[in-house]
């Protein structure tokens, strides 16, 4: 019995090394690509280990593709033009390739494995991004649910953006975590500012970066970051602007008037604010200043509830009620929304009835 | 289901039992409550669509709720498989007659409705029936005979 028991132990122990010895050849043979090359716009080349996904295989040479659900195939951002070395599309790919993509070999870069030589396209200005190592310099409440962050940065010590541009947060493990996350928001900070970069971040509920923020960061902590991202900015021209926002929307075009004020551009401006009460109301004396230092801005908020208490005397109601009030023609002007996507459409809808073009419409849409 | 595959968390959380189990039990306790997991995901849908004209703030819905909705970027795929990518919305309820609150996301609809999954135990995102039909006042499948619908 005792013999019997012993040489069972000694199987299955025996098959588990053989198992374990099997799996390190595999990793070293059929997981191993090797080093590969990486070609980006014909003239930028890269040699790199094989097998990752582009996304982070280009990460790891300091190239920040942007993206807002950490690599996980659920936000779409990460799309590359892969011009030869892709293979066939992925079935996790499909979902956020149109056909037009595909025929242009755009591919999901967090998706798609780095297996042999690779020819890419990317935007220029992605090579202006960096990654920065910060200091929490601030953190203070604007409202019961959002918070506004500000970051030191320290390696390196500046950034170059402009107005209206987000940045990816590095989440590093914690309670809800044990990885870390990247998500991505809108800087709301002036650009001129180079040292520090100010975000506004609302609670979301469950939300694993958003929680990590009210309920654990602090002023002092070290933190990551990259960017700067995005094409959401001020045109050069001179149209009358009208800006939308609510919540944290505010932090873009926070950023934009700020930097309109420092370099004295005098378009006339409306921005109207929605929220729900005067707890949701935020920087109103901030933006009563501007008003002042920029003689063709006009702020306008709008609460779609306000409370008794609140003795509210401004504008009541939606927001999109208020802008068509407001609007008496969108001839020469163009318009900035930043918000959820339910009041992103119901604004384009109003703001084209109004006549301002499709075209000069522009937004940071989720979705 | 697992985590990192389609999120960060998966669909289990840490639950022990498998998936049968899991649905199985969710619907047993779904039929004591006299309703359906179609009911209960209509009605969470019903709420979403009313909350959207808040536009992001909170908006009051009949008899006596309050709801919000709102987005992150992206979406994500069923687990179950299927066309098409559910977006990353987030619908908050607040009960003001029972002064409880809840929050759900288009996916738990999905789940919900098509599948009967409310996700395994321990899950950041599971949905415990009975929470649902308090919390959002799903009719029974008695009472959605009985009365004409107000839809």
Not at chain 1, 295 to 308: D, G, M, Q, T, V
Request: charged letters at 30%.
């Amino acid at each position: 019995m005792f013999s019997a028991l012993m040489i069972s132990v000694g199987a299955v122990t025996g098959i588990s090394a053989l198992l374990a010895v099997l799996m390190v050849i595999a990793d070293a043979t059929i997981g191993n690509y090797g080093e590969v090359k990486i070609t980006i716009n014909g003239d930028h080349e890269y040699e790199v280990k094989g097998g990752k996904p582009l996304l982070g295989t280009l990460m790891e040479q300091e190239i920040f593709i942007p993206s807002a659900c950490g690599g996980r195939g659920s936000c779409g951002l990460c799309k590359v033009k892969v011009k030869e070395g892709a293979g066939q599309f992925l079935p996790t790919e499909l979902p956020w390739l149109s056909d037009e993509e595909k025929e242009n070999n755009i591919r999901l870069s967090c998706q798609l494995k780095v297996k042999n030589d690779m020819s890419i396209e990317i935007p220029e200005e992605l090579f202006n991004v960096k990654e920065f190592q910060a200091k929490i310099a601030k953190v203070r409440d604007l409202t019961h649910d959002i918070k506004e962050v500000t970051m030191e940065l320290a390696d390196p010590p500046e950034i170059n953006m402009v107005a209206g541009q987000f940045v990816q947060l590095r989440i590093p493990e914690y309670e809800l975590t044990d990885e870390p996350v990247y998500r991505a928001y809108s800087v709301a900070s002036n650009p001129s500012d180079t040292k520090h970069v100010e975000l506004e971040i609302r609670l979301v509920p469950n939300g694993i970066a958003t929680t990590y923020v009210h309920n654990y960061l602090k002023e002092g902590d070290d933190i990551i970051f990259n960017g700067p991202y995005g094409d959401f900015f001020l045109r050069d021209t001179e149209r009358e602007i009208i800006c939308i926002a609510g919540g944290s929307g505010m932090a873009p075009i926070k950023s934009i008037l700020l930097n309109m004020a420092e370099r004295g551009i005098d378009r006339r401006v409306r921005y109207f604010f929605g929220a729900r009460s005067k707890k949701d109301l935020f920087l109103v004396d901030e933006m009563r200043r501007l008003e002042q230092e920029l003689p063709n801005f006009k702020f306008i908020p709008a609460l779609s509830n306000p409370e008794e208490e609140d003795e509210w005397e401004g504008e009541t109601g939606l927001i999109t009620d208020i802008v068509a009030s407001h609007m008496e023609t969108g001839d020469n002007t163009e318009a900035y929304l930043c918000g959820s996507p339910g009041m992103i459409d119901a604004c384009v809808k109003v703001l084209s009835e109004k006549g301002v073009p499709d075209e000069l419409i522009y937004y940071d849409k989720f979705g | 289901m697992r985590p990192g595959v389609l999120t960060l968390h998966g669909f289990l959380g840490s639950d022990k039992r498998d998936l049968i189990e899991i649905l199985e039990e969710d619907e047993a306790e779904v039929r004591r409550m006299g309703t359906s997991h179609r009911a209960i995901a209509d009605k969470m849908a019903y709420l979403r669509d009313r909350g959207k004209d808040g536009l992001g703030e909170f908006i009051d819905v009949d008899p006596h709720f309050e709801v919000r909705v709102d987005s992150v970027r992206g979406g994500i795929p069923s687990p179950f498989g299927g066309p098409g990518l559910i977006p990353k919305t987030n619908t908050t309820v607040r009960n003001t007659a029972l002064q409880r609150e809840i929050v759900y996301t288009d996916i738990n609809i999905h789940l919900i409705g098509e599948h009967g999954f409310y996700e395994g135990k321990g899950s950041l995102f599971r949905m415990e029936p009975h929470e649902l039909v308090e919390i959002l006042e799903v009719e029974t499948e008695q009472q959605q005979t009985e009365l004409p619908s107000n839809r």
